[in-house]
């Protein structure tokens, strides 16, 4: 990657560390890769990608509903406002929320048949894009990434 990073922010000082070209390495390649998916989501099916990862979230747990703090658990890219969020899909008419039996102060959220058939709707797509991105890495290479990507994620730094 020596010089990829560089490149691509068309920085011409040396990077105060490894770890920090690295994460900005991570950081454009997770665009890259994502910003085709969210440009087809967008102009298909008028979706974020936030918006799309809840209806998938909702699709798994369905028929049953999902407290909105739970589902802000599953999410990938977290949207601290996911009330709004959600506003969005229930105009549409793609999610419906209602208050938990056991505790009022829940709000529970679920997919209708709407969102259930514009998510299926995009399921041959969303196999589709993984290939076409990242195919061209090859088997032995894609399982260096996947082992490279458990550690990072499974043991993550802190900060401050």
Same mark, same amino acid.
């Given at each position: 990657?020596?010089?990829?990073?560089?490149?691509? *922010?068309?920085?011409?000082? $040396?990077? %105060?560390?490894?770890?920090? #070209?690295? =994460? =900005? /390495?991570?950081?454009?390649?997770? +665009?890259?890769?994502? #910003? $085709?998916?969210?440009?087809? =989501?967008?102009?298909?099916?008028?979706?974020? @990608?936030?918006?799309? @990862?809840?209806? &998938?979230?909702?699709? /798994?747990?369905? $028929?049953?509903?999902?407290?909105? %703090? !739970?589902? +802000?658990? &599953?999410?990938?890219?977290?949207?601290? !406002?996911?009330?709004?969020?959600?506003?969005?899909?229930?105009?549409?008419?793609?999610?419906?929320?209602?208050? %938990?039996?056991?505790?009022? &102060?829940?709000?529970?959220?679920?997919?209708?048949?709407? /969102? *259930?058939? *514009?998510? &299926?709707?995009?399921?041959?797509?969303?196999?589709?894009?993984?290939?076409?991105?990242?195919?061209? =890495?090859?088997?032995?290479?894609?399982?260096?990434?996947? %082992?490279?990507? #458990? +550690?990072?994620?499974? !043991?993550?730094?802190?900060?401050?």
């Amino acid at each position: 990657m020596t010089g990829t990073v560089a490149r691509e *922010l068309k920085q011409t000082k $040396p990077f %105060s560390s490894s770890e920090q #070209e690295i =994460l =900005l /390495g991570l950081l454009i390649a997770a +665009a890259r890769v994502m #910003e $085709p998916w969210a440009r087809f =989501l967008k102009t298909t099916v008028q979706l974020t @990608n936030t918006q799309y @990862n809840v209806l &998938r979230i909702l699709r /798994g747990s369905h $028929p049953a509903k999902i407290a909105c %703090s !739970d589902m +802000a658990e &599953r999410m990938i890219d977290r949207d601290p !406002d996911i009330t709004r969020l959600i506003d969005r899909l229930e105009k549409r008419g793609l999610v419906k929320r209602t208050r %938990s039996r056991q505790d009022r &102060r829940v709000v529970e959220v679920g997919i209708t048949d709407k /969102g *259930l058939a *514009l998510v &299926r709707g995009l399921d041959a797509h969303a196999q589709r894009m993984p290939r076409a991105m990242l195919g061209h =890495l090859g088997a032995d290479r894609l399982g260096q990434l996947r %082992s490279l990507l #458990e +550690a990072v994620i499974s !043991d993550v730094g802190t900060f401050p």
